[in-house]
């Protein structure tokens, strides 16, 4: 599904009042305090972003109010690496952006079996070469530093290296 069920969970936090705390704890603030200090912009994108929400079945609906509640429960670091992933996911171009949905989608539709021999292979290899997944990192790192347009000329070079 292409539209951002990330936003979607936060906007049902601030307006609908999704069971949670009155309270901010961190910031000792309400929802609507919160709100109240949004730009007329961010406003009208919440608004957005709940009148999509409305639009969708109410299975998805509790589907998403429960991503919200277990995302609350997860330990402060925890959320703040979702929250790392959902601003690299974010940076990525919307072909990029696609092509990571369709393999999710992938992933997610293979039997069990396969997803675990998947993982299991990952593991194993990353294990063996430590060196490798220090190169991969590092390789990551570099990339996330890169504009969008370093990206391309990057993955153009690679595509012609692979021709050769």
Known sequence: MGRNLAIIGVVVALLLGVPSRAQDSARGQ??????????PE????????????KA????EQERIRGNLERFRKLPPEERERIRANLREFQRLS???????????????NMDP???????????EY????????????????????MTPEQRQD??????ERRRR
């Open 126 to 145: 990353l294990r063996a070469h430590p060196e490798r997944r220090e190169q991969m990192m590092e390789n990551m790192r570099r990339w996330r530093q």
């Open 56 to 59: 969708l079945p109410k299975e």
């Open 154 to 159: 990057l993955r153009e070079r690679m595509r």
């Open 42 to 53: 961010q406003k009208e994108a919440l608004r957005a972003k709940l009148r999509e929400f």
């Open 94 to 108: 919307p072909e990029e952006r696609q092509l990571l949905r369709e393999r999710f989608r992938e992933f997610r």
């Open 30 to 39: 309400t929802a609507a305090e919160r709100f109240e200090k949004l730009s």
């Open 113 to 123: 079996e396969r997803k675990a021999e998947l993982r299991k292979r990952m593991r």
